[in-house]
Structures are given as structure tokens and as C-alpha cells.
């Protein structure tokens, strides 16, 4: 099925930009800013190099959900999400869901106001909150990550 292939290979590009970016931020950009001297100083860059990630974020989460509804519907697969073994289509469904509300709704209308007001009273706190924020979202993605490639290769662990 030619469609459902190219369905796939869009889908893992689409992850690849999108918790790959999440990995290097996490694993990489926050522990080197952990050592600027400043706190203020910390929060700022952050704000530089997640403005440009939020574009990346956003476009490739609308192409791995998109790609992903049409993988369900070119294999019939709506009754997966009736069955345990499948839990791995949940969890790509709701870390989807996390990252488009947050990147849609709750970082530009209500985080971002409150970080840049939390970086000026408390910007510890603020990097923070940031650091532990990443590390969820992260930990969240690698879990669906191994439950997907495992599944959708056969091995529904029970
Ligand atoms: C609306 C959200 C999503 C939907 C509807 C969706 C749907 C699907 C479907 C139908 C498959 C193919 C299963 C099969 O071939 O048997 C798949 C595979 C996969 N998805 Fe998703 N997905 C979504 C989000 C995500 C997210 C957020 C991640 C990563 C965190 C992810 C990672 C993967 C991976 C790694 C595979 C395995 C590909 C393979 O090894 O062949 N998906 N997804």
C-alpha cells in the first residue's frame, strides 16, 4: 500500500524534528545554559532558541497527526484504540494532544506571560519549572516512541 508507506515515512520525519528538537533542548541546550552565569541571562537565551524551535514544533506536530490519521484510515485501525495491547495508539494520541495544546493554546496565551512574569521575580524558579517541563515532555515522548516502533511491528508485549 503505497499511500499508507508514504503515510509512514512522512509520519517519522515529522517525530524526527519534532522530539528530536525536544531531545536536543532537553538533553543538551538547558544543562549548557544551566552554566551562564545569570539567571536572567538563562531565561532570555531560552526565549531565543525555543521561538525558533516553536515554529518546528508546531508545523511538524500538525504533520505527524496528520499522517498519523491517515495511517488509521488507510488500515482500518479505529477499533485498535478498543484494544490494551494497542495502548501505544493512545499514548501517541495524547502526547499529540499535550504538545498541540501547549504549543497552540497554553505557551502563547497563558505560559508565556506568566514565565517572562516568573523570570523577573524568580528567574531560578523559572528555569526551573522550564527544565522539569522539558524533561516530562520528553520522557512522555520516548516511552510512546518505544511503544510504537514495538507495536506496529508486532511485539504488543501482552
Ligand atoms: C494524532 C497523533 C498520532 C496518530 C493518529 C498516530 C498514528 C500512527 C499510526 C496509525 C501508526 C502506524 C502503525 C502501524 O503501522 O501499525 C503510527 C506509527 C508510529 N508513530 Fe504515530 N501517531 C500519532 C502521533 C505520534 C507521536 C506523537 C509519536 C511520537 C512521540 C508517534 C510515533 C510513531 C512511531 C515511532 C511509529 C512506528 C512506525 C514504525 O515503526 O513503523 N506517533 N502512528
Not at 490494551?84 to 495524547?94: E, G, H
Not at 498541540?100 to 524568580?122: G, Q, R, S, W
Request: hydrophobic share 60%; no cysteine.
Amino acid at each position: 500500500m503505497i499511500g499508507l508507506e508514504i503515510g509512514r515515512i512522512i509520519h517519522i520525519l515529522g517525530v524526527v524534528f519534532w522530539i528530536g528538537g525536544v531531545a536536543m533542548i532537553t538533553t543538551i541546550i538547558l544543562p549548557a545554559i544551566k552554566k551562564f552565569k545569570s539567571a536572567e541571562e538563562r531565561v532570555e537565551f531560552f526565549e531565543k532558541v525555543e521561538r525558533r524551535f516553536k515554529i518546528q514544533a508546531r508545523v511538524t506536530t500538525m504533520v505527524t497527526g496528520l499522517s498519523g490519521f491517515y495511517m488509521i484510515s488507510k488500515l482500518h485501525a479505529w477499533s485498535w484504540f478498543l484494544d490494551a495491547s494497542y495502548w501505544w495508539m493512545w499514548a501517541m494520541v495524547i502526547v499529540w494532544l499535550i504538545f498541540t495544546v501547549m504549543l497552540f493554546i497554553i505557551e502563547p496565551f497563558i505560559l508565556k506571560n506568566k514565565l517572562i512574569e516568573k523570570a523577573k521575580t524568580d528567574p531560578e524558579g523559572a528555569f526551573k519549572k522550564i527544565q522539569t517541563m522539558h524533561a516530562h515532555l520528553l520522557w512522555i515522548s520516548l516511552l510512546t516512541i518505544i511503544g510504537a516502533v514495538a507495536g506496529a511491528h508486532g511485539w504488543l508485549f501482552f
